[in-house]
């Protein structure tokens, strides 16, 4: 085969791969297809799917639809999974997920329309049913709907040759796992002990004398957010996962907090911007537009609130119309700032280093750096105003205003996540629009205001 | 002890707690101060540091210097660590460098200046300092500055017993390991067993028999963010690290990795924000206000372009002084539009779903969904402008401006990112200050000339 092309699955997928696959599929050649998509990763092949068009998809699955298995529809973007799993033969479907774990088949089930959930579920036999359906029935985006139910567990008392033997002895043993668990006789976690030093310790060690002291349990019921916080903070592998009376009911391995913290990240970031949280380049322009429109409407309506604050100045603007030109300046810049200080407040309360214990001096220092910044601009923008204009006076409006607005900036910056944080939303919600109406209105006032009293 | 306060550390810093420990600070009680410290993890106290006063944390410092380890060094943040590391006696940061791992001191050792370096490492002893200084040589941000050079290695011949036995004979293992790496007679690596598989297999299994499929490694000179990349695309647990031979130097783990993303995310969602990305709550108002002057000058230049552009209209606003009042809507609106596309290109780069086999379809994606939300904008806007002012050409010449800064938004904000990408730049390092120029400079400009052609 030294005259086709092989590619190294080392770093993601190649835009060139993507070019040959392509080629095959359109000339309808499933043996190079299959020698093409076959050595690649399942996140690989669910990288290609969402990269390619829905024309495209849509063809070369009808050529390879056998080979995809669960590992590829778990990996697949939620954008695009409800359109693979409805091109695909509900016998592929069904055999696909009987291959993964169940924490594997609720990821791929709560993203589902009802129907095609319970098309699914009809397909498992009844202990993996049950098994997924006790999963579902814990809150949304809760720990419980993240754990594996299979667990690899020891009674307190045992020695590390009873628990190898144990593990020998053991049918099927979990994909993922770096812990055993000590239980009490009640099924309540107690510690764990790594494998680690489980291969390292002599047969007649006691479990008991080898745990570990990064040992910690979660709720089934608590928020996802605090297990990523919870693995971040305190660099665990895995955590058990408890019910409401403390008994073992499963384990989170890191990966799915990586995942979480994945998801946390990019709802922050596509929050902050006013996007809905599940924007996805893989969207359809309709999907695109829908996501946006809402933000876009309230911001239209917040900007009329910039129009009602300068119309009350037009007699200001008529008698010196050079002030249009130059009041965007200032609100400009007090937008830039605002979002400045917003995005540092946001991430801090993400990570948890704005509390309050700390917040009353946070806000101090933004005030500081507001005075400080506001001082810098309002000099260079106070001196080139009246060196352009031939008037100090005008000079001095530009740089009283840019001084009022930058501390605005600042402050609201991180008073408005703060706030919203503490009435117990996401300080990442809305607070864009709410700093920059602000920085808009605040700025157009100042410097139409302090216009009207100085220059007329 | 009914009578004083516990706390559980299940859910990190509590507020209460916090103040409950100043107390002790003010009160110079050292043994309620250390009975308060002594149960907590190494990260709540490295919280706890970051988020008291400067004051306060120089007096518990003074109190309690002895007790601070390596591991409360290696959690607390860059931005107050320098501080921290100045206030202790050296012989104490001496012994805390000593308990840790190599990949932890580097990632002390490399945000401190020079002189504070040399320090540390002439207290560590010869072959420790080697390590580090090797580490040190890798570039900043690679493989090599975050891998631990402590590995679990076995020829590739060996059985599960041999190796069981080897473990157990060692008198030193990792803190943190996941996988034996099977190496060749030139310490190559050229695959992994997971202990979990070792554990529950029978002793004359050759390792060979028993490798995972998701083996990988990754070359010390590569940079972080494809360690972030392949943790997280292939759900990775710990991955070898080559040198240029191929020839094993480490392991990285996932809880570096983890960090890695962490790191990730906050560059990208401050620079879009554009501030300086080691920006923190922790820093004093002047590092506050240096860190962000940058981008607010050069904010100040790109928003004289609009104030440049709408002076070229100043007869018209002369002639139609609500336009002025008017203006700010379009622009506005326009630099929502343009955060939002932007926010969700620079996420799809970042997590490597935006590449150059979608490239060309997402920008149409983006075309349409501007052209639909433009659509409805101008609508709305249109209607509310001719019903408000009576004259149905106001609500034309807002509606048509409306429309062209909603396309020329959407567009921006896919196409500044994906070019500062093609680059090899950044795309989130200056995107949002590119895309606001853009969208108040056309927005000015659309809505001030059609005003020239259809109301004058």
Known sequence: MANTTRFEAKEGLDPRQVAVILQAVEA???????????????????DLLEQISAEERRQLLAMWSGEIDGDILSEISDAIREEVIEALPPGVVAEAMRELDTDDVVDILEDLEEPAQEAILSTLDSADRLAVEQALAYPEYSAGRLMQREVVTAPEHWTVGEMIDHLRAAEWLPDQFYHVI?????????????????????????????VEESFRTITATDPEADVAYLFNQYHLISCAVVDEHGRLVGVITIDDAMNVLD???????????????ESSVLDTAAETARRRLPWLMVNLVTASL?????????ATIEAIVVLAALMPIVASTGGIAGTQSLAVAVRALATRDLTASNARRVVWRELGAGLLNGLGL?????????????????????????????????????????????????????????????TDVMGFFAFLGLATLVLL
């Open 263 to 277: 998801e946390e990240h990019q709802e922050d970031m596509l929050r902050l911007a006013g996007v809905d949280d």
């Open 378 to 438: 309002a000099l260079v923008l106070g001196l080139a105003g009246t060196l352009l204009f031939g008037d100090w006076r005008l000079g001095v409006v530009l740089s009283s205003a840019m001084m009022v607005n930058q501390v605005v900036a600042a402050l609201g910056g991180v008073l408005v996540p703060l706030s919203l944080n503490r009435m117990g939303l996401d300080p990442a919600l809305a607070s864009g629009t709410f700093v920059t109406t602000l």
């Open 182 to 210: 000590l239980v009490d006789p009640r099924m309540r976690p107690v510690s764990y002990v790594t494998l680690g030093r489980l291969l390292s310790s002599r047969r007649d060690v006691a479990l008991k004398a080898i």
């Open 28 to 46: 309808g050649d499933t043996a190079e297809l299959t020698r093409l998509l076959e050595p690649m990763h399942a996140a690989d092949v669910a």
């Open 306 to 314: 910039s129009a009602v604050v300068i119309s009350r100045f037009e």
